[in-house]
């Protein structure tokens, strides 16, 4: 539970850190763009040297962007043995009975896989570790202004989520809590088969929702008591304006998928 990175913020002092809330929020879109164009080895190639030098512009320890990829190891290897055995192609590897293994399905389990881990690693840098949730729910509100035009509720949206990121790593610590009291009370999670440690979750579960509504209600309460009434003529205490610094950050990221686009177009390498 503590290698749940979404909504953690790393405070450091890196040009990413720096840089406009909404422009990070665009980075993040485009970069995931950008990352399901990529289409053959050169390509890739270029996402991920941009990837790393991402986390080297960030100034997060390697440990913990590493650490909160563990979550996701089930949904790799699940990826990597789908694309591997029901990938076919021209060059056969391997034949064993039913099993074929192709060049192509190698291909395509490491392509998937590489581009997972650059999916998580740049959302998460691009948005919660390197943007408080105030700064992220300001952001999605600036960008879905337009959308006021029509009625919709973007302040409340847009708070709604920044709430639910932030709640995010307050649930996984008690979680933790729960875990070790029942642990403490002779509680085992870790014996007997699938369905038994499934029932033996139960009465962690149960505290667990009676803890979520009783910080909904308290956060609810707290908000009446600050007379909080939705977005509608609220000010904003600091106003943000796109730097130089932001423009140029665009300018790379489009630089970037112009020319994944175009390695994907004239680049020799294998394709998918």
Same mark, same amino acid.
Request: positive net charge.
């Given at each position: 539970?503590?290698? #749940?990175?979404?909504?953690?913020?790393?405070? *450091?002092?890196?040009?990413?850190?720096?840089?406009?809330?909404?422009?990070?929020?665009?980075?993040?879109?485009?970069?995931?763009?950008?990352?399901? +164009?990529?289409?053959?080895?050169?390509?890739?190639? +270029?996402?991920?040297?941009?990837?790393?030098?991402?986390?080297?512009?960030?100034?997060?320890?390697?440990?913990?962007?590493?650490?909160?990829?563990?979550? #996701?190891?089930?949904?790799?290897?699940?990826?990597?043995?789908?694309?591997?055995?029901?990938?076919?192609?021209?060059?056969?590897?391997?034949?064993?009975?039913?099993?074929? =293994?192709?060049? &192509?399905? #190698?291909?395509?389990?490491? %392509?998937?896989?590489?581009?997972?881990? =650059?999916?998580?690693?740049?959302?998460? +840098?691009?948005?919660?570790?390197?943007?408080?949730?105030?700064?992220?729910?300001?952001? =999605?509100?600036?960008?879905?202004?337009?959308?006021?035009?029509?009625?919709?509720?973007?302040? &409340?949206?847009?708070?709604?989520?920044?709430?639910?990121?932030?709640?995010?790593?307050?649930?996984?610590? &008690?979680?933790?809590?729960?875990?070790?009291?029942?642990? *403490?009370?002779?509680?085992?999670?870790?014996?007997?088969?699938?369905?038994?440690?499934?029932?033996?979750?139960?009465?962690?579960?149960?505290?667990? %929702?009676?803890?979520?509504?009783?910080?909904?209600? &308290?956060?609810?309460?707290?908000?009446?008591?600050?007379?909080?009434?939705?977005?509608?003529?609220?000010?904003?205490?600091?106003?943000?304006?796109?730097? %130089?610094?932001?423009?140029?950050?665009?300018? +790379?990221?489009?630089?970037?998928?112009?020319?994944?686009? %175009?390695?994907?177009?004239?680049?020799?390498?294998?394709?998918?």
């Amino acid at each position: 539970m503590k290698n #749940i990175s979404i909504g953690q913020y790393y405070s *450091a002092n890196s040009p990413i850190h720096r840089l406009d809330a909404r422009t990070k929020v665009l980075l993040a879109i485009l970069y995931i763009v950008v990352s399901v +164009l990529c289409k053959n080895v050169f390509a890739f190639a +270029l996402l991920l040297i941009s990837g790393i030098f991402t986390v080297l512009l960030s100034r997060i320890p390697l440990r913990i962007i590493l650490r909160s990829l563990k979550p #996701i190891i089930i949904i790799m290897l699940f990826t990597v043995f789908i694309n591997l055995f029901m990938t076919s192609g021209d060059r056969l590897l391997f034949e064993w009975k039913f099993i074929k =293994i192709y060049v &192509e399905g #190698i291909y395509n389990a490491v %392509f998937m896989a590489v581009r997972i881990v =650059i999916l998580i690693v740049g959302a998460s +840098l691009f948005l919660t570790y390197t943007t408080t949730p105030i700064k992220l729910t300001d952001a =999605i509100e600036r960008l879905l202004w337009p959308l006021k035009k029509i009625h919709v509720p973007v302040h &409340e949206f847009a708070m709604m989520m920044t709430i639910a990121l932030r709640f995010i790593p307050t649930l996984s610590d &008690e979680t933790d809590k729960i875990m070790s009291a029942q642990k *403490a009370r002779g509680a085992g999670f870790d014996n007997g088969g699938l369905i038994k440690r499934a029932k033996a979750l139960i009465p962690v579960l149960i505290p667990l %929702f009676v803890s979520s509504f009783r910080h909904a209600d &308290e956060l609810a309460t707290a908000m009446e008591c600050r007379c909080y009434h939705g977005g509608n003529g609220r000010t904003k205490m600091t106003v943000t304006h796109m730097r %130089f610094s932001d423009w140029f950050a665009m300018l +790379l990221m489009v630089a970037l998928g112009t020319a994944i686009v %175009f390695i994907n177009i004239y680049g020799k390498g294998y394709s998918m």
